[in-house]
């Protein structure tokens, strides 16, 4: 099966930095993926639609100057929390798009785990 | 806009016996996907089973199958012989059939963590 992988699995940073999360399609090219956040024992709301080449489409209620999002490549995303605070503390997801000969298949990468301190 | 809502927070099951997990949702479009997904302690997503709209039979993927009641907009999942390994939280989730650039977006219910007891 397709694999997505995200980096890092897991970072602390102190309040006030950034912090850059990739998402990677490994063997398929992927010009649309989806950025999740999940809080503990909740489920997963879309923050933004990261396509390739174009500016992405943020859900309402998530700041884009908050959650920058580039899609510069078919294989990478990349979600930055800026001057992340410990609200921004959390679980990110990424999936990707993948349009196959049954339709469109999504992948999840693994999850990103955010500390801040 | 659409919605999903799983009403059970928690469900427990006996190794071995059947549990069903219930899911509504609310819709205005005719065509669409709905699946379940299992998210183990590992915090990974897992595909577990996906249903088309169009298709009146109910899917079914080894010991996991569905009930899908789209008068009703329900969509229950069952899972027989539960085995240990079936323990982790267990979302609905809908998506749209239709294109456009968010295509592929995953609308989720709010989750339902199911425990094995051996």
């Known amino acids: 099966g397709a694999v997505v992988s995200q980096h890092p699995s897991r970072v602390i940073c102190k309040s006030g930095t950034s912090v850059k999360i990739e998402c990677r399609s490994l063997?398929?090219?992927?010009?649309?993926m989806f950025w999740y956040r999940q809080f503990p024992k909740q489920s997963l709301m879309l923050m933004a639609t990261?396509?390739?080449?174009?500016?992405?489409?943020?859900e309402q209620g998530v700041e884009k100057d908050k959650f920058l999002i580039n899609h510069a490549s078919l294989t990478l995303s990349t979600l930055t929390v800026t001057s992340a605070h410990p609200e921004d503390s959390s679980f990110y997801i990424c999936?990707?798009?993948?349009?196959?000969?049954?339709?469109?298949?999504?992948?999840f990468g693994e999850g990103s785990r955010l500390t801040v301190l | 806009a659409q919605t999903v809502t799983q009403s059970q927070p928690e469900m427990s099951v006996q190794e071995a016996e059947t549990v069903t997990l219930s899911c509504t949702y609310d819709?205005?479009?005719?065509?669409?996907?709905l699946f379940w997904y299992k998210q183990p302690p590992s915090r990974q997503m897992i595909l577990v089973i996906r249903?088309?709209?169009?298709?009146?039979q109910n899917a079914t993927e080894n010991r996991f199958s569905v009930n899908f009641q789209k008068a009703a907009k329900s969509f229950s999942l069952k899972i027989s012989d539960s085995q240990l390994g079936d323990a982790a939280m267990y979302f609905c989730?809908?998506?749209?059939?239709?294109?456009?650039?968010?295509?592929?977006?995953?609308?989720f219910g709010q989750g339902t963590i199911l425990t094995v007891h051996p």
């Open positions: 990261s396509n390739e080449g174009s500016k992405a489409t943020y």
């Open positions: 989730a809908y998506r749209r059939e239709a294109g456009g650039t968010s295509y592929g977006k995953l609308t």
């Open positions: 249903q088309e709209a169009y298709k009146q």
């Open positions: 999936s990707a798009r993948r349009l196959g000969t049954s339709g469109v298949e999504l992948f």
């Open positions: 063997d398929f090219q992927a010009t649309t």
């Open positions: 819709t205005s479009e005719s065509d669409y996907y």
